[in-house]
């Protein structure tokens, strides 16, 4: 999704802070970028294309300025071209303007400033806004104001910042998408810093390399930025007092650390992830889960709304949920509002790791809106999600750059362990702490001896992918396939075991490799067996992930081994190996692993 930045206060540094800050925004996901700087003009350089082309644009231009903004742009409306990368200016060349979301009024906006005579560049719903501030400075508006009658204007989710020629300020605004200050020597609460410098982004990394301390902006708040200091308002100018953070992890967090890919990166990082997210959090003696100041839950029932990896979270969650006698449900949070399903006594808990997922975010507004509470699990300190939930409970994975959801998922799985352990009476809970404890060494075992990319080399060419698992593997046959398929762009579906013969299994050939997930020896391990023996009946070759309990290695022509371990934590060590196959199935096709075609990391619209 499209990421903002914008700093004032960096004198000659202002092109290249920003040019840095869009580079750690890429993982959002973005088809081009722009820069504008202000001084008594504005200028702008914009490319299609990646941050390098634009960088290459950059050289034959001189843009400099105490003031500026830049964007990176995921294609909404019009296609990645030049003209529809941001920022966008008007007629006059002296406002710029840079935009997150969706103005869902725009065509009447844009109707109504055309037959006023504006002249529009570009197919972009984001165009509308500098020619309506220019409306307000042509009627005398002063700058700030011109910005806030603007944005009174406008329907739909946003996040904007302007630029006005000879204004040594940056203004901004947020509706339901993501913007987050950075203060660097501010007066916490004041913004009387002369000396200074402030920033502006769609997320933390922006900045990060310049400061820790942050202001989350809240829906319905605009800011102001100077080298004088910072202030936020309501959009009428009410002054909000804001508490300033501190962020808790490292620049190095979001380096790729020698690896090649940030996937490979936050892969390897798992047992690190998963060791914070039990840090403090678990009594291996008493069986106990202290989950800190998340107050009283004890649901009666469940809901759980999500999206695409979260959602697999969600489903091996309500599983867990439904074992201990908690009617729950998981919802793709898209969906959940047109299902309404009655929320009595029900918690209704938002998985996101961005914590910014607008249909999530959405699903949660939805639940709220009809008397449920709710709980936000998150991997992002001062989110959205953490901030309009009744409770939120961290994953604490540490920054996840990828836009393949990987350390993230391990950690919600672990999380969502020790949430049903603290919320719900589960027989042999012992054991599963005593499982959670192992969990990161078994990931550690996996990571230094796992064949994933020999059976990545074998299969590279298949066809297609087949993901299989019963019960707790069902999701991570789901989460097996959404991975393989959104960094090999091949298809790839995952299926509840039992499901293949009612039709998947016309599919199945022999350049199809089915993985089927198979830990323990139970019922349910020797049911999948049996339907891994119907796929090698027709010839596809089988890649067992085993923890060598059961005998579907006779039945394998492959096996991706892993430790025997409590079944609740079987599931997320198995999902391990697949991370791995797919990201060296990726590699071998070359793709462009850390932000494949089309994604993006942060989805902030619906
Ligand atoms: O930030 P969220 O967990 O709410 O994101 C939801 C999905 O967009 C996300 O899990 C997506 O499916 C993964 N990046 C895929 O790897």
Redesign the pocket.
């Given at each position: 999704m499209c990421g903002i930045i914008g700093c004032v206060g960096r004198g000659d540094e202002t092109l290249d802070t920003l040019v840095h800050g869009l580079a750690k925004l890429e993982y959002r996901g973005y088809d081009s970028a722009g820069v504008a700087l202000a001084t008594d003009t504005v200028d702008v350089c914009k490319k299609s294309g990646k941050i390098d082309d634009l960088r290459a644009a950059l050289e034959s231009r001189t843009l400099s300025g105490p003031v500026g903004i830049g964007h990176t742009r995921w294609s909404t409306h019009g296609p990645p071209t030049d003209e529809n990368a941001h920022p966008h200016r008007d007629c006059r060349g002296e406002v710029a303007v840079v935009h997150n979301g969706i103005i869902e009024n725009y065509q009447s906006l844009r109707d109504e400033l055309a037959s006023a005579g504006h002249e529009f560049r570009s197919d972009t719903d984001t165009e509308v806004v500098p020619h309506l501030i220019e409306d307000a400075l042509a009627d005398g508006a002063n700058p700030e104001t011109a910005v806030r009658e603007a944005i009174a204007r406008l329907e739909g989710s946003y996040a904007v910042a302007v630029v006005i020629a000879g204004v040594d300020a940056i203004f901004a605004a947020r509706n339901d998408s993501p913007l987050v200050l950075g203060i660097d020597d501010g007066e916490e609460g004041t913004g009387d810093a002369p000396g200074g410098a402030y920033y502006l982004a769609s997320d933390v990394p922006a900045f990060r390399d310049h400061t820790d301390r942050v202001v989350y902006l809240d829906d319905g708040e605009f800011a102001r930025l100077s080298s004088r200091g910072w202030r936020v308002t309501t959009l009428d100018g009410e002054p909000v007092e804001k508490a300033v953070d501190t962020v808790d992890w490292d620049p190095e967090e979001t380096g790729k650390s020698g690896y090649d890919h940030f996937m490979l990166k936050e892969i390897h990082e798992q047992p690190r992830a998963l060791r914070q997210c039990l840090r403090g959090r678990v009594d291996e003696l008493s069986g106990t889960v202290d989950l800190g100041d998340l107050g009283d839950l004890t649901p009666r029932a469940v809901q759980f709304v999500?999206?695409?990896?979260?959602?697999?979270a969600a489903i091996y969650a309500a599983q867990l949920f439904e074992e201990a006698g908690i009617p729950a449900k998981a919802y793709l949070?898209s969906e959940y509002a047109s299902k309404t399903p009655p929320i009595g006594d029900a918690l209704v808990i938002?998985?996101?790791?961005?914590?910014?997922?607008a249909?999530?975010l959405s699903a949660l507004r939805e639940a709220r809106r009809r008397g449920a509470r709710t709980l936000a699990v998150?991997?992002?300190v001062g989110s959205t999600?953490a901030r309009e939930c009744d409770h939120t409970l961290y994953i604490r994975a540490g920054p996840e750059i990828?836009?393949?959801?990987?350390k993230?998922?391990a950690s919600?799985l672990a999380a969502l362990n020790l949430l049903s352990l603290s919320v719900t009476s589960v027989s042999d809970s012992r054991d599963v702490i005593a499982g959670l404890r192992e969990l990161p060494g078994a990931v550690q075992e996996i990571l230094d001896d796992s064949n994933a990319e020999a059976v990545a080399e074998t299969y590279g060419d298949a066809g297609a992918y087949f993901f299989i698992g019963r019960g707790l593997h069902y999701p991570v046959a789901l989460e097996g396939a959404?991975?393989m398929k959104?960094i090999t762009y091949k298809h790839a579906e995952g299926f509840a075991a039992g499901e293949l013969k009612h039709g998947p299994l016309a599919l199945v050939t022999e350049n199809t490799p089915v993985f089927a997930v198979v830990t323990g020896d139970d019922e349910m391990a020797r049911k999948t067996i049996g339907n891994v023996k119907e796929v090698e009946a027709r010839d596809a070759p089988v890649v067992a992930v085993t923890d060598g309990q059961s005998d579907v290695e006779r039945y394998a022509d492959h096996v991706l081994r892993v430790p025997d371990t409590h079944r609740r934590i079987a599931a997320v060590v198995a999902n391990v190996q697949l991370q791995l196959v797919a990201y060296h199935t990726a590699a071998q096709l070359d793709r462009s692993i850390d932000k494949p075609r089309n994604?993006?990391?942060?989805?902030t619209v619906e």
């Open positions: 999500a999206c695409g990896t979260s959602y697999h949070a938002g998985v996101t790791q961005s914590g910014e997922t249909d999530t998150t991997n992002t999600a990828g836009v393949a959801a990987t993230t998922f919600q959404l991975k959104e994604l993006a990391k942060s989805v």
